[in-house]
């Protein structure tokens, strides 16, 4: 298996444009999580998706962000507009998970974002 | 200090010498996992370690659990500079799984 994939590897942007992260599970997982990591605040769950349906976006800083899940392969962030304290490294991970306990995650490589 | 902290928050030692984490939390948990990350990269799962066991091992990796202390340990044996990382626990508590701050390990050559 390939791993999770995440596109683009680097994006840079100027404040106000819509950023599109991309994500792919490992086939056969049934959960999917977007990380953001900063050096100031580390790495903080956004929201994360069981069977598609999400669960938890607790984490989800404001109506900026957004994310789906439309089918068990394939799953998207979006921030829109972007500002530059959106900077950050974005990871997306995926799990075999059940509804009580969590279970080995498996992180793709991450997009760095920009946001001039 | 919040669930699932990593101490110390820095550790430079020479290669060849044992490497000791620790983490600490506040809650009764499910499990506890550590995983490592290398610079520029995601994070890769290491070891899980369940409420009802004590320790465990993998490789040069040995990691024990204390729910008394509510404390995890995690021993790296013979370091080596590939092991130049950060290393952060997990702990799955309440249908979240929260995460530690991270330590900073640096394996001089």
């Known amino acids: 298996d390939a791993g999770v994939i995440q596109s683009p590897r680097h994006e840079v942007t100027e404040m106000g444009q819509e950023v599109t992260l991309r994500c792919k599970p490992i086939?056969?997982?049934?959960?999917l999580f977007w990380y953001r990591q900063t050096m100031m605040r580390g790495l903080e769950l956004l929201i994360y998706?069981?069977?598609?349906?999400?669960?938890?976006d607790s984490g989800m800083p404001e109506d900026r962000f957004s994310a789906k899940m439309p089918n068990a392969s394939f799953s998207t962030l979006k921030i829109q507009p972007s500002e530059p304290r959106d900077s950050a490294v974005y990871f997306c991970?995926?799990?075999?998970?059940?509804?009580?306990?969590?279970?080995?995650?498996?992180f793709g490589p991450g997009t760095r974002l920009t946001v001039l | 200090s919040q669930q699932g902290e990593e101490d110390p928050q820095a550790l430079s030692i020479q290669e060849g010498e044992n490497a000791t984490m620790n983490c600490s939390y506040k809650?009764?948990?499910?499990?506890l996992q550590w995983y490592r990350q290398n610079s520029g990269r995601g994070l890769v799962h290491l070891i899980l370690?369940?409420?009802n066991e004590r320790e465990k091992h993998s490789g040069r990796l040995r990691v024990t659990l204390d729910t008394s202390k509510k404390s995890s340990s995690l021993l790296i044996t013979a370091s080596r500079a590939a092991d130049t990382a950060s290393y952060f626990c997990?702990?799955?508590?309440?249908?979240?799984?929260?995460w530690g701050a991270g330590t900073k390990l640096i394996i001089k050559p």
């Open positions: 370690i369940r409420s």
């Open positions: 998706f069981n069977n598609n349906v999400p669960i938890d």
């Open positions: 991970a995926s799990s075999l998970k059940s509804l009580a306990v969590y279970n080995e995650q498996f």
């Open positions: 086939s056969g997982h049934n959960s």
């Open positions: 997990a702990t799955d508590v309440n249908y979240q799984l929260i």
């Open positions: 809650t009764s948990i499910n499990n």
